[in-house]
């Protein structure tokens, strides 16, 4: 997945904005909380890094190409970064990020979910 199409499928999520940040990072937001990291890549296919389950966790960061994304999980939090081949295909790569979206929208208090029209 390229930087375009990381952007354009983030930005087809409901209630998100997209910031540039920690070191040119694009990184995509729902209700001001971050779902998606998308950078620190040499190339144009940036490392995504997304947070998951407690299951998907343990799950994920033992598959070629995905860790534990560096500092946040080192901090205890339930973040995955798809960093290299062979990772996930693109399908299940837009998978955990629309999760990832679901799993941060969660929470949000109930009054931002109603005022961004999420979980209805």
Same mark, same amino acid.
């Given at each position: 997945?390229? %930087?375009?199409? %990381?952007?354009? $499928?983030?930005? /087809? !999520? #409901?209630?998100?904005? &997209? ?6 990072? @694009? +990184?995509?937001? +729902?209700?001001? &909380? +971050? $779902?998606? =990291? ?6 144009? *296919?940036?490392?995504?890094? $997304? &947070? +998951?389950?407690?299951? /998907? %966790?343990? =799950? !994920? ?6 860790? #534990?994304? #560096? ?8 973040? =995955?970064?798809? %960093?290299?081949? #062979?990772?996930? /295909?693109?399908?299940?790569? *837009?998978?955990? =990020?629309?999760?990832? @979206?679901?799993?941060? /929208?969660?929470?949000?208090?109930? &009054?931002?979910? *109603?005022?961004?029209? !999420?979980?209805?």
């Amino acid at each position: 997945m390229t %930087y375009d199409e %990381y952007n354009a $499928f983030c930005a /087809s !999520l #409901p209630a998100t904005t &997209k910031v540039i940040q920690w070191g040119g990072a @694009h +990184v995509w937001k +729902v209700g001001g &909380k +971050v $779902f998606a =990291i998308g950078g620190w890549s040499d190339d144009d *296919k940036p490392a995504i890094t $997304f &947070k +998951v389950s407690p299951l /998907s %966790y343990d =799950i !994920l960061s033992e598959l070629p190409g995905l860790r #534990p994304a #560096p500092y946040l999980a080192s901090r205890g939090m339930l973040w =995955i970064q798809h %960093y290299a081949e #062979p990772g996930l /295909s693109e399908e299940d790569l *837009k998978d955990y =990020i629309r999760e990832s @979206h679901r799993i941060v /929208s969660l929470g949000l208090t109930k &009054k931002l979910q *109603k005022e961004l029209g !999420l979980n209805q």
